[in-house]
């Protein structure tokens, strides 16, 4: 059972915006800063926003991070067919002193 | 840029010590303001972080792992190691390194990059 808690799944067609939730608790993401991790069958995570909202060098302007209270958000706009993979929210949670993850959802693009 | 890549024991039985390599290539293990972190992942389930050094020998431990996994740093092959020792099935899971962020990435700091992950099952 994970620590920040993720729908399983979700999908959408090509060219619509989606959103993908991770509901944590006042020990962790409203506290703390979230990171979102992409990660496709096979392959190891790749950082995809860092501290709630920011985007390294070389993710698209597409994926965009949101947090409010003990929530956060990633939205895709502009779904591609090569965004379908499982996404990860993190955070670091100061009751258990270690950084917890979600459980993943697995985009799905019809 | 930096690169990681995994080695070390696939198949190993319960109580005994898994020992895994990380080598670092584009970067220097030795390099201010990175940690190098373990993590792992069930297959199909959630990622668990397990901990991180940074030079020379500063580790911090996820509470749940911490009496039985020691994470160094070899400078000499720009390398860093995990041993997990006791181990049982529940420890079956694909183990990743990365470099940390952060000095001690505690509180804040993403993992980027990652290496591309070792299959490590524990079975009699």
């Known amino acids: 059972q994970s620590v920040l808690t993720q729908s399983p799944s979700t999908s959408g067609t090509p060219g619509q915006r989606i959103t993908i939730s991770c509901s944590g608790s006042t020990s962790n993401i409203g506290s703390t800063y979230v990171y979102w991790y992409q990660q496709f069958p096979g392959t190891a995570p790749r950082l995809l926003i860092y501290?709630?909202?920011e985007r390294p060098s070389g993710v698209p302007d597409r994926f965009s991070g949101s947090k409010s209270g003990t929530s956060a958000s990633l939205a895709i706009s502009g779904l591609r067919s090569e965004d379908e993979a499982d996404y990860f929210c993190a955070a670091w949670d100061d009751s258990l002193s270690r950084w917890v993850f979600g459980g993943g959802t697995k985009l799905t693009v019809l | 840029q930096v690169q990681l890549q995994e080695s070390g024991s696939g198949l190993l039985k319960p109580s005994q010590t898994l020992s895994l390599t990380c080598a670092v290539s584009?970067?220097?293990?030795?390099?201010?303001?990175?940690?190098w972190v373990w993590l792992r992942q069930v297959p199909g389930m959630g990622l668990e972080w397990i901990g991180n050094v940074y030079h020379p020998a500063h580790t911090y431990y996820n509470p749940s792992l911490k009496s039985r996994a020691t994470i160094s740093i070899d400078k000499s092959k720009n390398q860093f190691s995990l041993n997990l020792n006791s181990l049982t099935a529940a420890d079956t899971a694909v183990y990743y390194c990365a470099r940390g962020s952060n000095w001690n990435m505690v509180k804040r700091g993403w993992f980027d990059p990652w290496g591309q992950g070792t299959l490590v099952t524990v079975s009699s």
């Open positions: 584009g970067g220097s293990v030795t390099s201010g303001g990175s940690s």
């Open positions: 501290t709630d909202n």
